[in-house]
């Protein structure tokens, strides 16, 4: 039988939908399709139609009794935000070292002495894939809470095969088992392990003729990662890693600049990387070349807040014809975060987007990101019903009103898995109170 929702009264619906498809650039990151009494009709999790309230009610006239009406007066509904760069399997938790930083010790400096993305890797190696699955829902329930229901996922805190094929298959599994979608990214180039030092193009075999065609065959990752940059990988090792990847039909995406510029965005637009991501030290010819390239700059601003770096150079990047994207880089090291309404505030704050082009950057950019704007990342028909309803009327207020999360519900699929709404604040207040 078919299920029919009814969206209607919003107080404004931001469908982000256009004429054009690809990832989007300069002005059309302005262009959110915004419909003032919006409404969409939904069927069977997938979106039939969207209007006004007045254009669904003459459309679907005669089946308006069957419908669930989804009541969104004096509220904003969105796309399901999109977090395109998450490392969010992993085991344990670097609270120590967040400490460390804040004394004094740089980030690589703790990486080097064998902490950061090391200790997480022991960590990681030694947790158990129930362990792994249990951990990481609790943060895949904060994100979807948060108002996202897609993420990608990378690899990388294996750094051997066993435990690069766990965190796969762990995102494969959480993947049948949780709402959220999950988009899978091999990263074992993330570091060089401490049993490689002095023989890092030793690992870079290791990944390519061990890994890679494993991972490829049981078909657990579409996208291959490398963490380019100066006492990691040289752009030449990370060409030598995306280049194998490719063959293997895996897109490339690279870490590119995030600690000192180093050619990252330049080799990104070479090997034609689906996105470049961080990015704060980019160079102007990076910047030229992205643009030129298509290649998305996926920026991560909470990032740079929690290393205290300033952000990445967003407003420039837009302005020079970029497509620009945002996430969380949620892990347990640079960005213990799962909140993309943060992101999206501080994509405003740090890099002077304006909070049309931040809700573009964590929707349909987001979701070219993870090349998946066939089906998400828009409020459009054929496309999923994954939506939000946030307590605000309009997307300028959601960027406005700062560290604080607005999400009402969440509908993943047409089915609604988040409710934050008026009742279950007051219910929870009752409790409460009785206890009191
Ligand atoms: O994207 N830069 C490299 N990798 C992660 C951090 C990983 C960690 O510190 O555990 C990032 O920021
Ligand atoms: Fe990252």
Not at 26 to 31: D, G, I, L, V
């Amino acid at each position: 039988m078919t299920k029919s929702s009814w969206v209607k009264n919003a107080s404004q619906l931001a469908t982000l939908a256009f004429d054009k498809k690809g990832p989007r650039t300069n002005k059309a990151m302005s262009e959110l399709g915004l419909i003032e009494d919006g409404s969409m009709w939904i069927e069977n999790g997938i979106i039939q139609a969207v209007g006004t309230t007045e254009d669904i009610e003459k459309q679907y006239a005669d089946r308006l009794q069957e419908a669930e009406v989804i009541d969104a007066s004096g509220q904003l509904v969105t796309p399901g935000l999109v977090d395109p760069h998450t490392h969010v399997v992993f085991g344990g938790i670097r609270a120590l070292e967040f400490e460390k930083r804040l004394e004094g010790t740089s980030y690589m400096e703790i990486m080097n002495a064998g902490g950061g993305i090391h200790a997480t890797t022991r960590m990681t190696r030694e947790s158990t894939e129930e362990e792994l699955i249990e951990q990481t829902t609790k943060r895949l329930n904060s994100f979807l809470t948060h108002g996202v229901t897609t993420i990608e996922s990378k690899s990388g805190y294996g750094m051997n095969l066993d435990t690069e094929l766990k965190q796969l298959r762990v995102m494969k599994e959480l993947q049948q088992k949780h709402v959220i979608d999950i988009v899978p990214t091999f990263m074992g180039a993330h570091a060089v392990p401490k049993e490689y030092r002095g023989r890092e193009d030793d690992f870079v075999d290791y990944v390519i003729n061990e890994m890679l065609p494993i991972v490829a065959e049981e078909k657990l990752a579409e996208f291959n990662d490398v963490f380019c940059e100066k006492g990691v990988f040289t752009p030449q090792q990370s060409e030598r890693i995306l280049e194998a990847g490719k063959r293997y039909n895996l897109k490339p995406k690279i870490h590119a600049d995030e600690i000192e510029p180093y050619g990252g965005a330049e080799l990104a637009a070479k090997t034609e990387a689906v996105s470049a991501e961080h990015l704060l030290k980019v160079s102007e010819e990076g910047i030229r070349a992205l643009a030129k390239s298509g290649t998305i700059a996926c920026l991560l601003p909470a990032t740079a807040l929690y290393l205290r770096e300033e952000a990445a150079p967003g407003r420039r990047m837009v302005d020079e014809g970029v497509a620009v994207a945002i996430s969380t880089d949620c892990n347990p090291g640079s960005s213990p975060t799962t909140s993309m309404p943060l992101v999206l505030n501080l994509s405003c704050i740090s890099m002077r987007l304006t909070p049309a082009e931040a809700l573009t950057a964590a929707t349909y950019n987001a979701a070219c990101a993870i090349n998946k704007e066939d089906s998400i990342g828009s409020l459009e028909t054929g496309k999923l019903a994954d939506f939000v309803l946030w307590d605000v009327k309009n997307y300028q207020e959601l960027q406005y009103l700062f560290g604080v999360n607005h999400v009402r519900s969440v509908w993943k699929k047409g089915m609604k898995v988040v409710n934050l709404g008026d009742s279950a604040v007051a219910a929870n207040a009752g409790v409460v109170m009785e206890n009191f």
